[in-house]
């Protein structure tokens, strides 16, 4: 049964790399600032506050992707874990009036209070955090901004881990993201800290809880991680890798060569129409678009292995 | 007096100022003022055998320029067990006074009574520190006021709050600092010349028309608070010293060597700091708030791992 042990709170930082590396297309800046991040904040036995990041980007750039990577990485339950929350904000804080806040308000003071006296190095991810109301921020601003225990509250907050999901700023990470590529900078040089600064400011001005809140103002996050808008390069690799998924699996062979299924998938895929093409919703639905392309190809071209080598027995 | 559990004696409240001194003069970067006044402030409360009231202390700036800091050092240097002692309490707006409904005001305010009296009644140097400050109800201020502005133990109330220390903690008036420290060192006049009225000037005002003010209107209306504390916004030179300090530290603990030069890491890390206004970027947006976060962060892609020699053979 799970316990706050060496053994269930692995963080396997090499396992995180890993899954990043291989998995996380075209996002160089994040890899790099969550890697390193999460490696320092859980391989620090004082560490001075938690570790808050924040992560922006537009649909489908992999944000919730990360997010569970992490947390299957530190927490051998992943998600499942005792010591690990989810809070999609939509679902678990959806209404504003005062009696609601109220509830909302005591019951994530309990959680956080419950997990992380069991276990100090409790992760809670906060999906939409731009449309939470700014009185909810203000109660995770608490354990955020947690200096000492005292006698009265003995449980030590500075070793958690805070990931907030958002939208915020996704416009202003694609124009940034468009200048830097005008100015043939490779993905992987792009200036982190022109970024930070960018969604700091977008944090701040653009609508939403997170422009009221203390906790912009008092300079609690630890890192804003930016998202880049995918490009059909990018878009091309995770079609390839979810087909060579479905291929591995699968027993048919098909007539049609990979490229030829891709390129199908890729004309399905809306781009914007500037003079940059970054997809619109990032590599989110291409999962449906390549069932969709399969399904439309399979009375053509099917064919089974069985009948494949048993026409070449025949021979 | 001798106790094995915490007490009210010379061993368990220690009321150590020349620790405060030592530990305020190591550690506290970039603000003369507060260190001035907290010192002789405490000292001379402490040294009064019979104090006419109260020592309230509020202490005002802007994210990360030292103020929780400061009221650690403070407690550790009077109790012996720091925070986790009996008589120091602390209380944080955000998370102790989180509903603003009727009931639980009710409830603050009675938890806010018992403990204030329980903590005076066991040791009459108690110490009552409240951050957020500017986040809590007016009602529960006025709870508070009435120790501050005590006068006489009575038969009705025998317990003397004359000899307690009270420590406020806010943003409030945090631009306001800002803005006349940015006049003054474009003035060329050094931190440590100051003029500390300027800054009780200005808090004064703030205290009128900022958010959560009105505290510290009443605060001032009746003259309780004892000083008003500035805390100064920090510059490069400030986190530059945090930024080596943070890293002797760490050289100390671990054996790794790093790639780059202690300057090298520190430029980086500065790097990482934000500082504001955008025409003199003269001041950090989080004072020293972050540096350890950031010195891990790039520490931690410049480590060497120690090769192990091979065993000698004979």
């Not at chain 1, 109660?139 to 225990?149: A, G």
């Not at chain 1, 996050?221 to 808008?229: D, E, G, K, Q, S």
């Not at chain 1, 590599?283 to 399979?298: A, N, P, R």
């Not at chain 2, 006049?183 to 900022?210: C, D, G, K």
């Amino acid at each position: 049964m799970e316990c706050c042990s060496k053994y269930w709170i692995k963080n396997d930082i090499k396992e995180l790399d890993l899954r990043l590396k291989n998995q996380l297309i075209g996002q160089p800046l994040a890899y790099n600032l969550v890697l390193r991040s999460i490696s320092s904040h859980v391989s620090n036995s004082n560490p001075s506050k938690s570790l808050v990041l924040s992560l922006h980007g537009g649909t489908g750039t992999g944000k919730n992707f990360v997010a569970k990577h992490i947390v299957e990485s530190l927490y051998r339950e992943g998600y499942k874990s005792k010591y690990v929350r989810l809070y999609v904000v939509s679902r678990d804080f959806m209404h504003t009036d005062t009696a609601h806040i109220s509830q909302y308000k005591d019951r994530l003071t309990k959680d956080i209070e419950e997990i992380t006296s069991a276990c100090q190095q409790a992760t809670f991810v906060f999906d939409e955090i731009d449309q939470m109301p700014s009185q909810l921020l203000d109660v995770i601003l608490y354990y955020i901004d947690f200096h000492t225990p005292t006698s009265s509250r003995p449980i030590d907050f500075r070793k958690t881990i805070f990931i907030f999901l958002s939208n915020t700023g996704g416009t202003s990470i694609i124009k940034l993201a468009e200048k830097n590529h005008l100015l043939s900078i490779k993905r992987e040089n792009y200036n982190i800290l022109e970024f930070q600064q960018v969604l700091s400011n977008a944090a701040f001005n653009e609508q939403g809880g997170l422009q009221s809140a203390s906790l912009i103002d008092r300079h609690l996050i630890t890192f804003f991680v930016p998202f880049l808008p995918l490009e059909r390069i990018h878009i091309r690799g995770c079609i390839k890798r979810q087909l060579q998924i479905i291929l591995d699996t699968d027993e048919y062979q098909y007539d049609l060569s990979e490229d030829d299924i891709i390129n199908h998938v890729l004309n399905l895929i809306e781009f914007t129409s500037s003079s940059l093409e970054y997809s619109v919703s990032g590599c989110k639905k291409i999962q449906q678009k390549l069932d969709y392309i399969f399904e439309s190809l399979q009375p053509t071209f099917k064919k089974s292995k069985k009948q494949i080598e048993d026409s070449d027995d025949l021979l | 007096m001798f106790c094995v559990l915490e007490c009210c004696s010379k061993y368990w409240v220690p009321n150590n100022m020349t620790e405060l001194d030592l530990r305020l003069k190591e550690q506290l970067m970039g603000q003369p003022l507060a260190h001035n006044l907290i010192f002789k402030s405490i000292s001379s409360h402490i040294n009064t055998e019979h104090p006419s009231k109260a020592l309230v202390l509020s202490l005002h700036g802007s994210t990360g320029t030292g103020k929780n800091f400061v009221a650690k050092h403070i407690v550790e240097s009077l109790y012996r067990k720091g925070y986790k002692s009996k008589y120091a309490r602390l209380y944080v707006a955000s998370r102790d006074f989180m509903h603003q409904d009727e009931e639980h005001l009710k409830q603050y305010k009675d938890r806010i009574k018992h403990d204030i009296e329980r903590a005076t009644s066991g040791c009459q140097y108690a110490t009552f520190i409240f951050d957020e400050v500017d986040k809590m109800p007016m009602k529960l201020l006025e709870t508070i006021l009435f120790y501050i502005d005590f006068h006489t133990p009575t038969y009705a109330q025998p317990i003397d709050f004359r000899k307690t220390i009270f420590i406020f903690l806010s943003n409030t008036g945090g631009k306001e600092i800002n803005t006349i420290a940015h006049n003054n060192h474009f003035a060329s006049i050094e931190r440590n010349n100051y003029n500390i009225t300027e800054f009780q000037r200005a808090l004064a005002n703030a205290a009128f028309s900022e958010p959560g003010g009105l505290w510290h209107a009443s605060l001032i209306n009746r003259h309780l608070v004892t000083f008003f504390v500035p805390f100064l916004p920090l510059e490069r030179s400030h986190i530059r010293t945090c930024i080596q300090r943070q890293l002797e530290l760490i050289h100390k603990k671990d054996k790794y060597q790093y790639i780059l030069s202690d300057n090298d890491i520190t430029d980086r890390v500065l790097d990482l700091i934000e500082f504001s206004p955008p025409n003199s970027l003269l001041y950090s947006v989080s004072g020293c708030k972050k540096v350890q976060q950031k010195l891990d962060f790039i520490l931690e892609s410049n480590r060497v791992i120690p090769t192990k020699k091979p065993i000698e053979e004979f």
